[in-house]
């Protein structure tokens, strides 16, 4: 089992930043991906970005050039979002993938508004 605990949201004007972090515990060990999905009101949840365990990222076209994935160390994923827009405004859930098994995090919350 893996347990995944989001933290870092908040409110922001546009233009702003935040760093979200996740911290991975249990069987963490195995992890082959990490990541962060979106869900904004009203919309399907949907994928930010994604590392992998050789290294290699995958954003979301509507992120890219913005936010950051990395791996703070063997525990922690932290995605730093820049130049957040009112439209990054959403529940941001963290994820990991060990062998074919998912796991979620309960949600953090970004506010992008003036």
């Known amino acids: 089992q893996v347990q995944l605990v989001e933290s870092g949201g908040g409110l922001v004007q546009p233009g702003g930043s935040l760093r979200l972090s996740c911290a991975a515990s249990?069987?963490?060990?195995?992890?082959?991906?990490r990541g962060w999905y979106r869900q904004a009101p009203g919309k399907e949840r949907e994928l930010v970005a994604v590392?992998?365990?050789?290294?290699?990222t995958t954003y979301a076209d509507s992120v890219k050039g913005r936010f950051t994935i990395s791996r703070d160390n063997v525990k922690n994923t932290v995605l730093q979002m820049d130049s957040l827009k009112p439209d990054d405004t959403a529940v941001y859930y963290c994820?990991?993938?060990?062998?074919?098994?998912?796991?979620w995090g309960k949600g953090t919350l970004v506010t992008v508004s003036s």
């Open positions: 994820y990991a993938r060990r062998a074919a098994v998912e796991y």
């Open positions: 249990g069987s963490i060990f195995s992890i082959n991906a």
């Open positions: 590392i992998i365990s050789g290294g290699g």
